[in-house]
């Protein structure tokens, strides 16, 4: 078994024998390495004739970051080519002291260095804010995790955290909002909590948080998001806006229309702000948003409209390539440099700019091609405020799925990349955006070990191993937890996969990422518990039921999860569905899983798990093959935790042997549907194709769009009898 490091060296040689640390004498040979020195001496016991421990600096190690460690019976060498790579050296052999029996390392040799140059993690503290000494408590694991880059978001429509002494009026306003939404933006109902929140960091609060990074070799990124996401700021200075709004500091999530106007007062405005800041953050780049930028504002304001003319742009989208550009100026002039996410490149940016790509592949080829660096953080497996797994009993997280496995196996270097292209990729970062992270624990919860799976992906690189990092993991948990981290053990957790039988009904597998798991499972809808069966291979299931499982660890015998799934195995299980337009049948395979058995209202609301439906008017229909007896359709509107789903105004089903002529099923409508929960029943009647039209007339209040608007009903399966 490999030694408890993480992320794991690029090179560890194991000799014979191990060397006892229970008391150290340090040496240092150059004053570089002096605080690396006094990190060591501050952790492990020191002696006069205790073991020697030596640090130097190795002119030999090329790699900025690289590092040697050498453990021999007699003593500890560190070799570094800089003093960052012996603060990464410090951190294995401290790891390895931590684990250690009786402080007696292994005897071995590390040569190590990092995969990427961009190991990093982002903090949203807009959504929720957090003090400094959770700001440094953060840092610390990033240290912990050798990762060189904290990503600090510092303004969105939810407040502003950053102390502007020119422009006051930024935290006097800005930070503060009235009341916060409970649960779930998107909800069908909305509650709020009564009461202020916000807060921000003074400009000696921010000295000390970037002096602390520094101490770390960690660089400081602040983000300043424009020209969109600007609620909070033009609260403070509506002057800003394209009109004469009533800006607020907004209580809800999401992507509102608040943008900054494209004006020379904006500008203005923005070169005394990032003067401010360059002040205080001394890296070479400065985030500057541009993601989410809805342009309506800019489409209806007669100054953006003249600025379109006298600059020849012919659409809203160079509007905003020319609004970046202007505040690429402004950095440059203060010898900054740009990073901005991947929607700027629709308004063709300058090349200078680095990108940030988190919509996907597509976004991170095109920004190479055109000349761009780029730094990966792409949303399906690095934006870590997704769930962890599909188990029942996760915290409330956005939306999607962002398993440890899913964020371990994630290459920042995509297929398809050339081999010219590839060193503009400079690494990758996880996002943390905390709408529904709303104290430090949740962040944390949602963080760890995640992060820890991404250290191994932007350090170890290619040669990481999945087997190897669960055997090394739970002891950098157990360490964490010590200290008094709070730890997800989502990983653990099992879950449920299906297919068609052969013979009909349902397959189902279960499955634990974490190796040396045992899954225990009932098919009545009954807790399981370690008496229960074990899983050994795929189940069949020929009867409705609800299947739940757990993972019990063979080692520790911890048993972990609460994956359930409720089967309907009913008439129309897999058979085909279809749109009806104009009096005909039109294939619609984004539809099969409403017959494919699985319903919602045991699990964790999860859109890939249900069928959406954006129109007001939507026609559908199932083929059974053949004319059956049909007496009831049974509908579900009503996720099992964590949402509340809006539902349709009024349901009809019909049947029919040709799908041409319809016979009327049943109908429902008003307060009938206000439960989620849908029974039309019906006499016996005989059919082969049944319709469902569903009417989404209903208005609701959508905040982001600050009017009345039809909202998306969600359904997860039609059960026919």
């Known amino acids: 078994m490999q030694p408890a490091i993480l992320p794991f060296p690029q090179s560890l040689q194991r000799d014979e024998g191990s060397c006892d640390l229970s008391a150290v004498t340090v040496n240092c040979d150059s004053s570089q390495l002096a605080a690396s020195a006094e990190l060591l001496q501050a952790t492990l ?11 130097s600096l190795a002119p030999d190690i090329e790699t900025p970051e690289g590092y040697r460690l050498s453990v021999a019976h007699a003593g500890v060498t560190l070799e570094a080519g800089t003093p960052a790579g012996a603060f990464y050296g410090c951190q294995s052999l401290l790891q390895l002291v931590a684990t250690a029996d009786s402080h007696k390392i292994p005897c071995l040799r590390i040569d190590d260095a990092p995969t990427y140059a961009w190991r990093g993690m982002h903090l949203d503290c807009s959504r929720h804010f957090f003090d400094v000494a959770f700001i440094k408590r953060y840092i610390d694991l990033l240290a912990l995790h050798k990762m060189n880059r904290f990503h600090w978001h510092l303004c969105d429509d939810q407040g502003w955290r950053l102390e502007s002494r020119r422009f006051p009026r930024l935290t006097q306003v800005g930070a503060w909002r009235d009341r916060s939404v409970i649960g779930h933006t998107a909800n069908r109902e909305r509650r709020y909590e009564d009461k202020p929140h916000g807060g921000y960091y003074t400009q000696e609060e921010v000295k000390e948080v970037v002096a602390y990074a520094a101490a770390r070799h960690i660089e400081v990124l602040p983000e300043i ?16 806006a394209c009109d004469d709004g009533d800006y607020q500091v907004e209580a809800h999530y999401g992507i509102f229309p608040d943008v900054l106007c494209p004006s020379e007062e904006t500008f203005a405005f923005l070169a005394d702000l990032f003067a401010e800041l360059a002040e205080l953050f001394p890296f070479e780049y400065v985030h500057i948003g541009g993601d989410e930028v809805i342009k309506d504002k800019w489409q209806q304001c007669p100054r953006c409209q003249q600025l379109m003319r006298d600059q020849g742009m012919t659409s809203v989208d160079r509007l905003h390539g020319y609004f970046v550009s202007r505040v690429e100026d402004i950095l440059a002039s203060l010898g900054r440099r740009a990073i901005a996410w991947n929607e700027v490149m629709e308004g063709n940016v300058d090349t200078s700019t680095t990108i940030m790509c988190w919509t996907g592949f597509d976004a991170c080829q095109q920004a190479l091609e055109a000349g761009h660096e780029t730094i990966m953080t792409p949303v399906e497996c690095t934006y870590f405020d997704f769930y962890q797994s599909t188990s029942l009993d996760e915290p409330q997280a956005i939306h999607g799925l962002a398993s440890l496995k899913q964020v371990f196996d994630y290459d920042p270097l995509p297929d398809g990349v050339s081999e010219a292209l590839r060193p503009r990729i400079l690494g990758a970062q996880a996002n943390v955006w905390t709408e529904y992270l709303r104290d430090t624990a949740t962040v944390e919860y949602a963080c760890l070990p995640r992060m820890t799976a991404l250290s191994e ?5 290619p040669g990481r191993d999945w087997t190897s990092f669960c055997q090394r993991l739970p002891a950098l948990m157990d360490t964490l937890r010590q200290q008094g981290h709070t730890v997800a053990d989502s990983a653990w957790k099992p879950r449920l996969e299906f297919t068609p039988a052969t013979n009909g009904g349902l397959s189902v597998t279960m499955a634990c990422d974490m190796p040396g798991t045992v899954i225990h499972y009932t098919t009545d809808g009954s807790p399981p518990t370690t008496e229960s069966p074990i899983y050994r291979a795929p189940l069949v299931i020929q009867q409705s039921c609800v299947v739940r499982c757990m993972s019990v660890d063979s080692v520790t015998g911890r048993c972990y999860g609460d994956e359930r799934q409720h089967l309907s195995i009913h008439r129309a299980l897999h058979c085909p569905l279809f749109r009806l337009a104009s009096g005909e049948l039109h294939e619609a395979p984004e539809l099969a899983r409403l017959t494919d058995g699985k319903l919602g209202n045991e699990r964790i609301f999860h859109g890939f798990e249900w069928t959406q439906f954006t129109d007001v008017d939507n026609d559908l229909v199932i083929d059974l093959g053949s004319s059956q007896p049909v007496t009831r359709m049974s509908l579900n509107f009503e996720a099992g935790a964590h949402r509340e789903l809006f539902f349709p105004s ?66 997860d399966e039609i059960v026919v009898d």
Do not use: F, K, M
């Open 225 to 240: 998001d424009i020209p969109g996401h600007a609620a909070a700021l033009l609260a403070a200075y509506p002057q800003l």
């Open 650 to 715: 009024r349901i009809e089903a019909y049947s029919s042997d040709d799908s041409q002529q319809w016979q009327p099923l049943g109908q429902c409508e008003g307060d009938a549907l206000n439960n989620g929960a849908v029974i039309l029943e019906a006499d016996t009647t005989s059919a082969r194709y049944l319709r469902l039209r569903l009417e989404n007339r209903d208005q609701h209040y959508g905040p982001e769009q600050r009017q009345l608007i039809t909202r998306p009903v969600h359904l």
């Open 457 to 461: 992906v932007t350090w170890t690189g």
């Open 45 to 55: 016991s020191t002696a006069e004739s205790g073991t020697p421990l030596t640090l």
